[in-house]
Protein backbone atom coordinates (compact mmCIF):
# COMPACT_ATOMS: atom_id res chain seq x y z
CA UNK A 1 0.00 0.00 0.00
CA UNK A 2 1.22 3.25 -0.63
CA UNK A 3 1.50 5.79 2.49
CA UNK A 4 -1.55 6.86 2.15
CA UNK A 5 -3.09 4.06 3.57
CA UNK A 6 -2.36 5.08 7.23
CA UNK A 7 -5.06 7.45 6.72
CA UNK A 8 -7.23 5.16 5.65
CA UNK A 9 -7.01 5.31 1.95
CA UNK A 10 -5.22 4.40 -1.24
CA UNK A 11 -4.18 6.65 -3.83
CA UNK A 12 -5.41 4.69 -6.45
CA UNK A 13 -8.48 1.77 -6.52
CA UNK A 14 -6.93 -1.07 -7.68
CA UNK A 15 -2.84 -2.26 -7.04
CA UNK A 16 -0.78 -0.17 -5.56
CA UNK A 17 1.84 2.02 -7.77
CA UNK A 18 5.11 3.01 -6.58
CA UNK A 19 6.00 6.03 -5.06
CA UNK A 20 6.98 9.07 -6.37
CA UNK A 21 9.53 10.65 -4.78
CA UNK A 22 9.81 14.62 -5.43
CA UNK A 23 6.21 14.53 -5.95
CA UNK A 24 4.72 17.04 -3.50
CA UNK A 25 1.16 17.36 -5.77
CA UNK A 26 0.34 13.42 -5.29
CA UNK A 27 0.97 13.89 -2.03
CA UNK A 28 -0.79 16.89 -0.79
CA UNK A 29 -4.04 15.55 -3.08
CA UNK A 30 -3.64 12.02 -1.34
CA UNK A 31 -3.55 14.32 1.88
CA UNK A 32 -7.02 16.09 0.53
CA UNK A 33 -8.67 13.20 -0.36
CA UNK A 34 -8.36 11.47 3.08
CA UNK A 35 -9.43 14.93 4.40
CA UNK A 36 -12.35 14.74 2.44
CA UNK A 37 -13.50 11.45 3.24
CA UNK A 38 -12.96 11.78 6.58
CA UNK A 39 -14.64 14.64 6.67
CA UNK A 40 -17.86 13.13 5.60
CA UNK A 41 -21.04 12.48 7.21
CA UNK A 42 -21.85 9.31 5.29
CA UNK A 43 -19.72 6.41 6.19
CA UNK A 44 -17.77 5.30 3.03
CA UNK A 45 -15.68 2.32 2.16
CA UNK A 46 -13.99 1.38 -1.50
CA UNK A 47 -12.88 -1.81 -3.27
CA UNK A 48 -10.82 -2.18 -6.13
CA UNK A 49 -11.57 -4.89 -8.72
CA UNK A 50 -10.82 -7.87 -7.07
CA UNK A 51 -13.27 -7.25 -4.24
CA UNK A 52 -10.41 -5.50 -1.24
CA UNK A 53 -11.11 -2.65 0.64
CA UNK A 54 -9.19 0.24 -0.56
CA UNK A 55 -11.18 3.26 1.42
CA UNK A 56 -12.78 3.09 5.09
CA UNK A 57 -13.43 6.86 6.83
CA UNK A 58 -13.99 7.69 9.84
CA UNK A 59 -17.75 7.57 10.02
CA UNK A 60 -17.20 3.73 8.91
CA UNK A 61 -15.16 3.70 11.67
CA UNK A 62 -17.62 5.26 14.33
CA UNK A 63 -20.66 3.03 12.93
CA UNK A 64 -18.75 -0.17 12.95
CA UNK A 65 -15.52 0.37 14.95
CA UNK A 66 -13.09 -1.48 12.73
CA UNK A 67 -10.51 1.22 12.04
CA UNK A 68 -9.29 1.99 8.91
CA UNK A 69 -6.10 0.14 9.06
CA UNK A 70 -8.01 -2.78 10.23
CA UNK A 71 -10.35 -2.83 7.43
CA UNK A 72 -8.31 -1.26 4.74
CA UNK A 73 -6.27 -3.87 2.75
CA UNK A 74 -9.04 -6.96 3.87
CA UNK A 75 -10.74 -9.05 0.98
CA UNK A 76 -14.76 -8.46 1.06
CA UNK A 77 -16.31 -8.12 4.41
CA UNK A 78 -16.72 -11.83 4.72
CA UNK A 79 -15.65 -13.16 8.87
CA UNK A 80 -15.34 -9.78 10.13
CA UNK A 81 -18.05 -6.93 8.96
CA UNK A 82 -20.40 -9.66 7.67
CA UNK A 83 -21.17 -12.94 8.76
CA UNK A 84 -19.88 -15.90 6.82
CA UNK A 85 -23.45 -16.86 5.99
CA UNK A 86 -24.26 -13.66 4.62
CA UNK A 87 -20.79 -12.35 3.15
CA UNK A 88 -21.65 -14.04 -0.20
CA UNK A 89 -24.91 -12.69 -0.82
CA UNK A 90 -23.73 -9.03 0.44
CA UNK A 91 -20.81 -9.04 -1.54
CA UNK A 92 -22.76 -10.19 -4.73
CA UNK A 93 -24.88 -7.04 -4.33
CA UNK A 94 -22.01 -4.68 -3.94
CA UNK A 95 -19.87 -5.80 -6.49
CA UNK A 96 -22.58 -5.87 -8.78
CA UNK A 97 -22.85 -2.15 -9.23
CA UNK A 98 -19.81 -2.29 -11.28
CA UNK A 99 -21.90 -3.53 -14.31
CA UNK A 100 -24.89 -1.87 -13.48
CA UNK A 101 -25.80 1.63 -14.51
CA UNK A 102 -26.33 4.34 -12.22
CA UNK A 103 -26.10 3.91 -7.82
CA UNK A 104 -27.55 0.96 -6.49
CA UNK A 105 -29.42 1.07 -2.92
CA UNK A 106 -29.72 -1.91 -0.80
CA UNK A 107 -30.37 -2.65 2.75
CA UNK A 108 -28.10 -5.47 4.83
CA UNK A 109 -26.88 -5.97 8.48
CA UNK A 110 -23.32 -5.31 9.50
CA UNK A 111 -21.34 -6.49 12.63
CA UNK A 112 -19.76 -4.07 14.48
CA UNK A 113 -16.29 -4.88 16.24
CA UNK A 114 -17.34 -5.94 19.65
CA UNK A 115 -20.07 -8.32 17.86
CA UNK A 116 -22.84 -6.04 17.49
CA UNK A 117 -25.08 -6.17 13.87
CA UNK A 118 -26.31 -2.80 12.87
CA UNK A 119 -28.43 -2.72 9.99
CA UNK A 120 -27.50 0.26 7.03
CA UNK A 121 -28.69 1.36 3.73
CA UNK A 122 -26.13 1.83 1.42
CA UNK A 123 -25.80 3.08 -2.26
CA UNK A 124 -22.94 1.73 -4.26
CA UNK A 125 -21.88 2.68 -7.61
CA UNK A 126 -19.13 1.86 -10.11
CA UNK A 127 -15.95 3.41 -10.12
CA UNK A 128 -14.53 3.98 -13.85
CA UNK A 129 -10.71 3.68 -14.83
CA UNK A 130 -8.46 6.71 -17.35
CA UNK A 131 -9.69 3.42 -19.81
CA UNK A 132 -13.66 4.21 -18.70
CA UNK A 133 -13.91 0.20 -17.53
CA UNK A 134 -14.76 -0.37 -14.00
CA UNK A 135 -11.90 -0.87 -11.83
CA UNK A 136 -13.89 -1.21 -8.27
CA UNK A 137 -16.71 0.16 -6.55
CA UNK A 138 -17.48 2.60 -3.79
CA UNK A 139 -20.07 2.53 -1.11
CA UNK A 140 -21.53 5.29 1.25
CA UNK A 141 -23.90 3.92 3.76
CA UNK A 142 -25.51 4.92 7.26
CA UNK A 143 -27.54 3.78 9.60
CA UNK A 144 -31.51 2.79 8.41
CA UNK A 145 -32.80 4.93 11.64
CA UNK A 146 -30.50 7.51 10.68
CA UNK A 147 -31.72 7.73 6.92
CA UNK A 148 -35.03 7.08 8.03
CA UNK A 149 -35.23 10.06 10.24
CA UNK A 150 -33.46 12.22 7.81
CA UNK A 151 -36.26 10.80 5.17
CA UNK A 152 -39.23 11.81 7.52
CA UNK A 153 -37.41 15.01 7.93
CA UNK A 154 -37.67 15.80 4.56
CA UNK A 155 -41.00 14.30 4.00
CA UNK A 156 -42.32 16.50 6.45
CA UNK A 157 -40.89 19.71 5.42
CA UNK A 158 -41.74 19.52 2.33
CA UNK A 159 -46.03 18.36 3.22
CA UNK A 160 -45.73 21.48 5.44
CA UNK A 161 -44.77 23.70 2.77
CA UNK A 162 -47.02 22.35 -0.10
CA UNK A 163 -50.01 20.56 1.62
CA UNK A 164 -50.61 21.76 5.60
CA UNK A 165 -53.82 23.76 5.95
CA UNK A 166 -52.41 26.65 8.01
CA UNK A 167 -49.88 28.78 7.30
CA UNK A 168 -46.10 27.87 7.50
CA UNK A 169 -43.46 30.84 7.07
CA UNK A 170 -40.10 30.27 7.55
CA UNK A 171 -38.64 34.12 8.36
CA UNK A 172 -34.64 34.60 8.35
CA UNK A 173 -32.25 36.17 10.66
CA UNK A 174 -33.16 39.44 9.58
CA UNK A 175 -36.95 39.15 10.22
CA UNK A 176 -37.61 38.75 5.94
CA UNK A 177 -39.62 35.39 4.99
CA UNK A 178 -37.84 33.26 3.24
CA UNK A 179 -39.76 30.21 2.55
CA UNK A 180 -43.71 30.59 2.34
CA UNK A 181 -46.26 27.95 1.65
CA UNK A 182 -49.71 28.40 0.02
CA UNK A 183 -51.68 28.77 2.75
CA UNK A 184 -49.45 31.22 3.81
CA UNK A 185 -49.60 33.39 0.91
CA UNK A 186 -52.95 33.29 0.40
CA UNK A 187 -53.64 34.78 4.14
CA UNK A 188 -51.12 37.23 3.18
CA UNK A 189 -52.84 38.22 0.07
CA UNK A 190 -50.20 37.59 -2.20
CA UNK A 191 -47.91 35.38 -4.29
CA UNK A 192 -45.30 32.72 -2.83
CA UNK A 193 -42.40 34.21 -4.67
CA UNK A 194 -43.85 38.19 -4.42
CA UNK A 195 -43.29 37.44 -0.47
CA UNK A 196 -40.23 36.77 -0.62
CA UNK A 197 -37.76 38.71 0.96
CA UNK A 198 -39.46 41.33 2.24
CA UNK A 199 -40.01 43.55 5.02
CA UNK A 200 -42.99 42.26 7.35
CA UNK A 201 -43.80 46.08 7.26
CA UNK A 202 -44.54 46.02 3.86
CA UNK A 203 -46.89 42.98 4.20
CA UNK A 204 -48.80 44.31 7.65
CA UNK A 205 -50.50 47.51 8.37
CA UNK A 206 -50.92 47.11 12.57
CA UNK A 207 -49.28 44.12 14.18
CA UNK A 208 -45.85 44.35 12.86
CA UNK A 209 -44.59 45.18 16.07
CA UNK A 210 -45.81 42.52 18.12
CA UNK A 211 -44.97 39.75 15.38
CA UNK A 212 -41.45 41.13 14.92
CA UNK A 213 -40.97 41.31 18.53
CA UNK A 214 -42.08 37.48 19.03
CA UNK A 215 -39.70 36.65 15.97
CA UNK A 216 -36.88 38.70 17.76
CA UNK A 217 -37.56 36.85 21.52
CA UNK A 218 -38.02 33.21 19.76
CA UNK A 219 -34.62 33.94 17.93
CA UNK A 220 -32.83 34.74 21.65
CA UNK A 221 -34.24 32.70 23.72
CA UNK A 222 -36.25 30.17 22.22
CA UNK A 223 -39.87 28.94 20.95
CA UNK A 224 -42.59 30.80 23.70
CA UNK A 225 -44.40 27.59 25.95
CA UNK A 226 -47.93 28.05 24.28
CA UNK A 227 -49.21 29.41 20.92
CA UNK A 228 -49.83 33.02 21.29
CA UNK A 229 -52.73 35.17 19.58
CA UNK A 230 -51.77 38.18 17.51
CA UNK A 231 -54.30 40.68 15.81
CA UNK A 232 -53.33 42.05 12.59
CA UNK A 233 -53.96 44.15 9.95
CA UNK A 234 -52.94 42.23 6.26
CA UNK A 235 -52.73 45.11 3.23
CA UNK A 236 -54.78 43.78 0.44
CA UNK A 237 -55.54 45.99 -3.19
CA UNK A 238 -58.85 46.06 -1.04
CA UNK A 239 -57.73 47.67 1.65
CA UNK A 240 -56.66 46.67 5.15
CA UNK A 241 -57.95 43.06 6.43
CA UNK A 242 -58.48 42.91 9.92
CA UNK A 243 -57.56 39.48 11.44
CA UNK A 244 -56.16 37.45 14.61
CA UNK A 245 -54.02 34.53 13.99
CA UNK A 246 -52.84 32.09 16.63
CA UNK A 247 -49.27 31.63 15.84
CA UNK A 248 -46.51 28.64 17.06
CA UNK A 249 -42.91 29.55 16.43
CA UNK A 250 -39.78 27.43 16.81
CA UNK A 251 -36.34 28.38 16.64
CA UNK A 252 -34.39 26.58 13.90
CA UNK A 253 -30.37 26.13 14.09
CA UNK A 254 -27.87 24.48 11.76
CA UNK A 255 -27.07 20.60 12.62
CA UNK A 256 -23.93 21.20 10.61
CA UNK A 257 -22.44 23.73 13.26
CA UNK A 258 -20.49 22.82 16.86
CA UNK A 259 -22.20 25.84 17.91
CA UNK A 260 -25.80 26.41 17.79
CA UNK A 261 -25.84 29.21 14.51
CA UNK A 262 -30.05 30.58 14.26
CA UNK A 263 -30.91 30.12 10.88
CA UNK A 264 -34.15 31.63 11.36
CA UNK A 265 -37.24 30.94 12.96
CA UNK A 266 -40.45 28.44 11.79
CA UNK A 267 -43.86 30.44 12.18
CA UNK A 268 -46.81 28.31 12.70
CA UNK A 269 -50.31 30.26 12.17
CA UNK A 270 -53.86 29.89 11.84
CA UNK A 271 -56.57 32.65 11.25
CA UNK A 272 -58.86 32.57 14.26
CA UNK A 273 -60.71 35.42 13.19
CA UNK A 274 -64.88 34.23 12.90
CA UNK A 275 -64.04 32.49 16.13
CA UNK A 276 -62.51 35.03 18.55
CA UNK A 277 -64.97 37.76 16.96
CA UNK A 278 -68.45 34.93 17.80
CA UNK A 279 -65.91 34.99 21.38
CA UNK A 280 -66.22 38.11 21.79
CA UNK A 281 -69.73 38.62 20.94
CA UNK A 282 -71.03 36.04 22.97
CA UNK A 283 -68.57 37.98 26.19
CA UNK A 284 -70.85 40.85 25.54
CA UNK A 285 -74.42 39.58 25.13
CA UNK A 286 -73.20 37.57 28.47
CA UNK A 287 -72.40 40.73 30.17
CA UNK A 288 -75.34 42.81 28.91
CA UNK A 289 -78.12 40.47 29.75
CA UNK A 290 -76.35 40.21 33.36
CA UNK A 291 -75.94 43.71 33.40
CA UNK A 292 -80.04 44.26 32.36
CA UNK A 293 -80.91 41.97 35.32
CA UNK A 294 -78.71 43.80 37.67
CA UNK A 295 -79.94 47.14 36.56
CA UNK A 296 -83.93 45.87 36.87
CA UNK A 297 -83.15 44.87 40.38
CA UNK A 298 -81.85 47.96 41.15
CA UNK A 299 -84.30 50.38 40.18
CA UNK A 300 -86.99 48.35 41.76
CA UNK A 301 -85.79 48.97 44.84
CA UNK A 302 -86.26 52.96 43.78
CA UNK A 303 -89.30 54.63 45.17
CA UNK A 304 -88.82 57.94 42.80
CA UNK A 305 -89.61 57.07 39.20
CA UNK A 306 -86.85 59.54 37.83
CA UNK A 307 -84.27 57.92 40.07
CA UNK A 308 -85.04 54.03 38.91
CA UNK A 309 -84.65 55.37 35.70
CA UNK A 310 -81.36 56.80 36.42
CA UNK A 311 -80.12 53.75 38.01
CA UNK A 312 -81.48 51.43 35.25
CA UNK A 313 -79.61 53.91 33.14
CA UNK A 314 -76.60 53.61 35.26
CA UNK A 315 -76.34 49.83 35.54
CA UNK A 316 -77.09 49.11 32.13
CA UNK A 317 -74.86 51.75 30.63
CA UNK A 318 -71.39 49.86 30.78
CA UNK A 319 -72.53 47.38 27.95
CA UNK A 320 -73.82 49.15 25.64
CA UNK A 321 -72.62 53.07 25.39
CA UNK A 322 -69.99 55.17 26.81
CA UNK A 323 -72.71 57.81 27.42
CA UNK A 324 -76.40 58.07 27.48
CA UNK A 325 -79.24 60.83 28.48
CA UNK A 326 -82.50 60.73 28.68
CA UNK A 327 -85.16 63.23 27.47
CA UNK A 328 -89.17 63.66 28.33
CA UNK A 329 -91.86 64.86 25.81
CA UNK A 330 -93.14 68.17 27.15
CA UNK A 331 -96.57 69.63 25.46
CA UNK A 332 -98.08 68.96 22.39
CA UNK A 333 -99.13 65.66 20.63
CA UNK A 334 -98.37 62.50 22.84
CA UNK A 335 -100.30 60.13 21.19
CA UNK A 336 -102.62 59.99 18.28
CA UNK A 337 -106.33 61.33 18.47
CA UNK A 338 -104.31 64.30 20.43
CA UNK A 339 -106.02 67.74 19.20
CA UNK A 340 -103.73 70.08 21.23
CA UNK A 341 -101.83 73.02 19.23
CA UNK A 342 -99.09 72.89 21.81
CA UNK A 343 -95.79 73.04 20.64
CA UNK A 344 -93.79 69.26 20.86
CA UNK A 345 -90.84 69.74 23.50
CA UNK A 346 -88.30 67.48 24.37
CA UNK A 347 -86.57 68.20 27.97
CA UNK A 348 -83.64 66.80 29.36
CA UNK A 349 -84.53 64.88 32.41
CA UNK A 350 -80.91 63.12 33.60
CA UNK A 351 -77.66 62.45 31.39
CA UNK A 352 -74.48 60.89 32.24
CA UNK A 353 -71.78 63.63 32.69
CA UNK A 354 -69.59 64.60 29.71
CA UNK A 355 -66.04 63.60 29.69
CA UNK A 356 -65.71 62.15 32.75
CA UNK A 357 -66.93 58.97 34.76
CA UNK A 358 -70.23 59.61 37.16
CA UNK A 359 -73.88 58.50 38.18
CA UNK A 360 -76.59 60.23 35.68
CA UNK A 361 -77.10 63.89 36.76
CA UNK A 362 -81.14 64.97 37.04
CA UNK A 363 -81.66 68.04 35.21
CA UNK A 364 -84.67 69.18 33.65
CA UNK A 365 -86.32 71.37 36.50
CA UNK A 366 -86.44 74.83 33.82
CA UNK A 367 -88.34 72.69 31.36
CA UNK A 368 -86.32 74.34 28.91
CA UNK A 369 -86.46 72.25 25.57
CA UNK A 370 -83.23 70.47 24.42
CA UNK A 371 -82.05 71.95 20.88
CA UNK A 372 -82.23 69.14 17.64
CA UNK A 373 -81.99 69.41 14.26
Same mark, same amino acid.
Given at each position: ??????????????? !?????????????????????????????????????????????????????????????????????????????????????????????????????????????????????????????????????????????????????????????????????????????????????????????????????????????????????????????? !????????????????????????????????? !??????????????????????????????????????????????????? !????????????????????????????????????????????????????
Amino acid at each position: MSASRRSGTTDELGP !DEPERDGSEGSAGGSDLLAALLDGMDAALCAFDGDGVVTHWNREAERILGWSAAEAVGRRGFAGWAVREADAEEVEGRLMSAMQAPGRQVHEFALLTKDGGRVLVRTQSAAVRGPDGKPAGVYCAFSEVHTQIDLERSIALSEALFEDASWGVVLVDADLRPAVVNAHAARALGIGRTSVLGRPLGELLAQGVEELESALTHVLAEGAPPAPAEIWVSVRTP !DGDRRRCWRCGFVRLASPLAEEPVPLGVGWLFQ !DVTEAKQAEQEAATLRFRVNQLHRAARAAAECEDPAEAATVHLDFALAGFA !DHALIDRIAGGAVADGDTSDAPVRLVRVAGTPSGAHGPSLLGGEAGLPVRYG
